[in-house]
């Protein structure tokens, strides 16, 4: 799980996570109510949030891609390490007191596939939740809204592995065409 990026005279490789910034959707009722739960949680490393693409998010990690940030979670950490899907789940639970272990076990190659599960089960239900919101206590929260209504800022997710995403629809899979004969039988990524 090593960092993605450094700054200037930090190596992100080497210097350890003092600190770790997670960037979340603030119109996605799912990253709002995750956002509250993971504030309330005893942690061992600071979490700080900010909106994602927000002006705030712009002026402190000028070198994001501030759209991409909308649609995938990201976590930076102090040293300028930069974490993005599964990565930035597994890393935020490390930082929590309860469930760095959880986190230990996630980042094994097996943990890794759960984890990325999770992240592209939570993407359907941000597409399938467009509009709404949560009310009512963290303890006693109920959505309101109606599903499939609108866009979560996000996009559809496409990738040679012949998964694909689609806000209205969810998740399908349709393998690659091997119509010229020159088909990888490879790992597409």
Partial sequence: MAGAAATGDRDAARVPVLGLT????AQCPLCGFLRDWLARQPCLVPLRFVPAAS?????RFPELDHAATLGEITVVGDGGQIYKGPAAWIVT???LREHRPLAHRL???AGSRLAKGAVLAAAKWR????NGQWT???GNAQWSGSPGNGQWGGGAYHWGDGWRYEPGSGWTYEPPACDSGACSTGPTR
């Fill in 127 to 130: 597409g399938s939740h467009a």
């Fill in 93 to 95: 639970l490390w930082a």
């Fill in 55 to 59: 002006d705030e998010a712009r002026q």
């Fill in 107 to 109: 980042s094994t190659p």
């Fill in 22 to 25: 997670v960037l979340y959707d």
């Fill in 136 to 138: 009512g206590s963290p």
